[in-house]
């Protein structure tokens, strides 16, 4: 198992664009957990699920985002009319149900909105 | 929601010191906290988790809970500058609730 991975590493896009990322927990982990990282800022939480029900959305989480996990493995993070505030990295953790404090982060998606 | 301060730093400290990382907290009710390393431009990695009062040693960190005071530190003994790096100190958002709330995070730096 290598762990988490997300991707793309990087995106740029111009203002009004959709993007989409993608996160793949580690295997055997069924709660996944999506966080953004400004400059200078610990991650801030956005929304988090357990195998395929998302339990829970921050208010960070405007309507022009949605999270996706359709068969409790890999899920999507989707950013629609993007502004340049939504620039960040996007951070994808996982963790056992069991140990589910414990979470393991990915490598983040750079976004930058132009 | 409960909020994880620490200070931002930097903290300097020469090769072979201890550094010492500290982090308050907000809710008394707090069990459980977390210490992630994050190195520049790369995502945090859980380094340390303590679930109960007191010092929990792991090779060359501690990690320290004195809910009492309501605060949390990290230890590094023998620093090496492969440690400088940004530690984020974190904890439940809220209780029985698993998102994590982060402090801004203590940016150290090892001089050698």
């Known amino acids: 198992d290598t762990g988490v991975s997300q991707d793309p590493r990087h995106k740029i896009t111009k203002r009004g664009q959709n993007v989409t990322f993608r996160c793949d927990p580690i295997?055997?982990?069924?709660?996944l957990y999506w966080y953004r990282q400004t400059l200078g800022q610990g991650p801030e939480f956005l929304t988090y699920?357990?195998?395929?029900?998302?339990?829970?959305k921050s208010r960070l989480l405007s309507d022009r985002f949605s999270a996706e996990r359709p068969k409790g493995s890999f899920s999507t993070l989707e950013i629609q009319r993007t502004e340049q505030g939504d620039s960040a990295m996007y951070l994808c953790?996982?963790?056992?149900?069991?140990?589910?404090?414990?979470?393991?982060f990915g490598p983040g998606t750079r976004l930058t909105v132009t | 929601q409960k909020e994880v301060e620490q200070n931002s730093g930097p903290l300097s400290v020469p090769e072979g010191a201890i550094a010492s990382l500290n982090c308050t907290y907000s809710?008394?009710?707090?069990?459980?906290f977390f210490w992630y390393r994050q190195y520049s431009g790369k995502s945090p990695e859980l380094i340390m988790f303590i679930y109960s009062n007191g010092d929990k040693e792991d090779g060359r960190f501690t990690a320290q809970l004195n809910k009492a005071s309501q605060y949390v530190s990290l230890l590094i003994r023998d620093s090496q500058p492969s440690d400088s790096a940004t530690y984020l100190c974190?904890?439940?958002?809220?209780?029985?609730?698993?998102?994590?709330?982060f402090g801004k995070g203590t940016r150290l730096s090892v001089i050698a």
């Open positions: 699920f357990q195998n395929e029900a998302q339990l829970e």
């Open positions: 809710d008394r009710g707090s069990q459980s």
């Open positions: 295997s055997e982990h069924n709660r």
């Open positions: 953790a996982s963790s056992l149900e069991i140990r589910s404090y414990e979470q393991y």
């Open positions: 974190a904890g439940p958002r809220r209780s029985g609730n698993t998102p994590l709330v």
